[in-house]
């Protein structure tokens, strides 16, 4: 055997284990479905754009943002162990639930926000007014920039009357979405919603109470 012959053996022999492991590499692709098959049978049967699902998980997830902010701010501005336990759990509970709403419209293939006014998909639209109110309930800049300046009882009196205020519209947009929405997941959530936020508004007036303010 020529030396020729000895050194081209064992590359055609290599070539052919290539060969043999490329093919076993596409047989095992072809067999094994798409990793993204799972996102794209959720796209294609996601909630139409215009739907009180989409709507509702745009708009809502700005609503929590709020919130989830109106509560970091009261943390720092108060020692009152109730008014931060409060706080913290606002920030766990609706920074979750926004989490959630985000990641469905991922999902479904809808943009995380809308080009449109907020609202319309409960029938009506709400123009906002450039004060940083963009949703029923939500609080202006100005009453931010006063509860980042207030400490003591003053925040937690401030904090407790605008997230009073902040709760009942986000609770009104959860009953709308529960009763308008085509999917489970919004359905849920937005029951489960109207409960925890009514119920933290009964909480606030008590604490408002305790504090000599009204509501």
């Known amino acids: 055997m020529t030396s020729s012959a000895r050194t081209s053996r064992p590359l055609v022999l290599a070539g052919g284990a290539l060969l043999l492991l490329a093919l076993a590499l596409i047989a095992l692709m072809q067999a094994r479905p798409s990793a993204s098959a799972p996102a794209a049978k959720a796209a294609a049967s996601a909630p139409a754009e215009g739907s009180a699902d989409v709507g509702f998980a745009r708009d809502m997830a700005v609503h929590h943002q709020q919130a989830v902010e109106m509560s970091f701010i009261v943390r720092d501005r108060t020692t009152d162990e109730a008014v931060r336990r409060l706080a913290f759990d606002i920030i766990n509970t609706q920074a979750n639930q926004r989490g959630m709403m985000l990641g469905w419209l991922e999902m479904w293939g809808r943009a995380k926000s809308s080009p449109g006014p907020p609202m319309e998909w409960m029938g009506h639209t709400f123009t ?10 939500m609080a202006t800049d100005t009453e931010l920039d006063a509860l980042r300046a207030a400490k003591g ?11 009073t205020a ?7 947009m959860a009953q709308a979405a529960a009763a308008a929405a085509g999917t489970d997941e919004i359905r849920n959530l ?4 109207v409960l925890g936020q009514r119920s933290e508004i009964a909480l606030m007036a008590d ?9």
């Open 207 to 215: 604490m408002l109470k305790e504090r000599g303010a009204a509501a």
């Open 128 to 137: 906002p007014r450039g004060d940083g109110a963009l949703m029923p309930g």
């Open 166 to 172: 902040h709760h009942r519209a986000g609770a009104d």
């Open 153 to 163: 009882r003053k925040a937690e009196v401030l904090f407790l009357r605008l997230m």
């Open 190 to 193: 937005a029951s489960g919603m």
